[in-house]
């Protein structure tokens, strides 16, 4: 057994206290670990899979850019490029009392947000954790639940006297999955991404399912506009910080929403648009390089995700990205390490053996432990996995983390560049609205999507800054409703 000579304890972001101990030696717990030597090696064979180059991530942005252009071109193809119908920017003094209903990738949220006008506003939200099951029901029970909560929400809001009984709301629903919109209430799932997978709602028009939810439980909310998370960002963030161009997500999914011209729209001219009318574009680009696999650099570790997922051959981008992998790319290296002999011999491994087991929360904790023993490497493999590591095995992880988190970074740069180069942002700089669990706690991750966007423009690189988005699936969404709102009361395009 390991010696230890006193102990400590860290607050994870769940809220849990971790019990982590420090040793008075390395190597005196008795079991066979891995030479210094030997885990330095294996990192430089990890390096070399995990790095990109300056040069390799300007063939990402050519052919990422060329797929943009596609999906705005034609219907159907790999990065959708969705029109939707959020017709230029809001002005800020949008006003009102509105609902927002946020399917998430992992939460359900749901607020009540008052637009004041000026930038400002108010809000008040209740959040529902969704379980694994829930995910995977059928796709009205789904929507059932979220009318069931929003009617609890709008109930105790009545209770308390912010709500007026009989008081019919306009509601924002953030709806963060591909959806083909034929106008602003509508939108049919392409597909489910982020692990959903509930059935009898794929092909089906959501806005209508949740209609009958809303009914089906007497719920006094009209579903003014479905929006996706990026898209409220965008207008969010606009509504508070004008410079904005582009939003990204980067949570349990991963994605971006810009303002596009009409005119520059080709798929969608027979709709009689104004050409220099602007309409936000949700991108859905964590679809890029879905299927053919001929421009992302995937390693096995990426291939085993992809072939192991509800949904091989998809979100092929944001498999190498969102949050809800880049634990498991680690997990699956030590766990190849773990056959292969060279880490926890003599330890019982079945914990870590476990899919998804190890949570992205983990890599930022392993970055961001301040000690020089990684106390909280200690406690994360000794709590949640029951396994003893030494100094060098812990820097080893350590240094796997930020192999994997950078190279997310930096494909999320590729992301970013390609929008940039496509609309000419460079010259002017400007500015992404960032949010999501990864963006907002991975320790540098804004960091080195700037350094990665300096590797592909150079010094120029600079002008394009991303900072912490406003709320988009909240604040957002009921801006969104407000601007749809505004313009359908003005006849703007009264049908879409
Ligand atoms: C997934 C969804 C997309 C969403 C993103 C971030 O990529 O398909 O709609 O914006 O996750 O939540």
């Not at 809000?123 to 979220?146: A, N, V």
């Not at 027979?270 to 992302?296: M, T």
């Not at 969404?477 to 359908?488: L, N, W």
């Amino acid at each position: 057994m390991a010696s230890r000579r006193g102990s400590t304890s860290v607050i994870l972001p769940s809220g849990q206290t971790l019990p982590s101990y420090t040793r008075s030696s390395e190597d005196d717990d008795g079991l066979p670990h891995a030479t210094k030597k030997k885990m330095a090696d294996h990192l430089r064979k990890y390096e070399a899979l995990f790095t990109l180059t300056p040069q390799r991530m300007r063939i990402v942005v050519e052919a990422f850019k060329e797929s943009l252009e596609l999906g705005l071109a034609k219907h159907g193809q790999v990065v959708p490029m969705i029109p939707t119908y959020v017709f230029g920017w809001p002005t800020g003094q949008e006003t009102g009392s509105y609902l927002a209903v946020d399917l998430g990738g992992t939460n359900l949220r749901v607020c009540l947000v008052t637009l004041q006008g000026d930038g400002k506003f108010e809000i008040t939200q209740s959040k529902y954790r969704l379980t694994e099951e829930q995910k995977q029901e059928d796709g009205q029970i789904l929507f059932d639940f979220c009318a069931e909560c929003l009617k609890a929400f709008i109930d105790s809001n009545i209770e308390s006297g912010v709500i007026e009984k009989d008081q019919v709301l306009p509601l924002g629903f953030t709806f963060s999955y591909p959806c083909a919109q034929e106008r602003i209430d509508h939108g049919v799932l392409i597909r489910w991404t982020k692990g959903f997978g509930s059935p009898n709602t794929e092909g089906h028009d959501v806005v209508a399912m949740f209609r009958k939810s809303l009914a089906k439980h007497s719920v006094p909310a009209e579903v003014v506009a479905l929006t996706c998370d990026t898209t409220g960002t965008l207008i969010a963030s606009h509504y508070v910080n004008p410079k904005t161009r582009i939003a990204c997500i980067f949570g349990t999914g991963c994605n971006a929403a810009y303002m596009e011209r009409a005119g520059d729209i080709p798929k969608i001219q027979e709709l009689g648009i104004d050409p220099n009318a602007e309409i936000a574009i949700n991108c859905e680009w964590g679809a890029f390089d879905s299927f053919e696999h001929e421009n992302l650099p995937r390693t096995k570790y990426d291939i085993i995700i992809d072939e192991t997922s509800n949904k091989p051959g998809e979100q092929a981008f944001e498999k190498l990205i969102s949050g809800r992998y880049l634990g498991e790319i680690l997990r699956l290296i030590i766990c190849e390490l773990i056959d292969e002999g060279v880490l926890f011999l003599g330890q019982n491994t079945y914990k870590v053996e476990i899919a998804y087991s190890f949570d992205t929360a983990f890599l930022s904790l392993m970055e961001s432990d301040p000690t020089d023993e990684l106390l909280m490497i200690i406690g994360i493999f000794s709590h949640f996995f029951a396994l003893e590591t030494t100094l060098a095995e812990r820097q080893f992880f350590r240094a796997l983390a930020k192999l994997v988190a950078r190279r997310a970074a930096r494909l999320s740069a590729c992301g970013i560049a390609a929008i940039v180069s496509k609309m000419n942002y460079l010259e002017d700089g400007c500015a992404v609205g960032a949010d999501g669990s990864l963006y907002n706690k991975y320790p540098g991750f804004a960091e080195r999507i700037h350094e990665g966007l300096q590797d592909i423009f150079g010094e120029k690189g600079k002008t394009i800054v991303t900072y912490h988005a406003e709320d988009g699936s909240g604040i957002g969404s009921a801006i969104v409703a407000a601007m749809t709102k505004a313009r359908r009361d003005a006849g703007l395009y009264p049908t879409l």
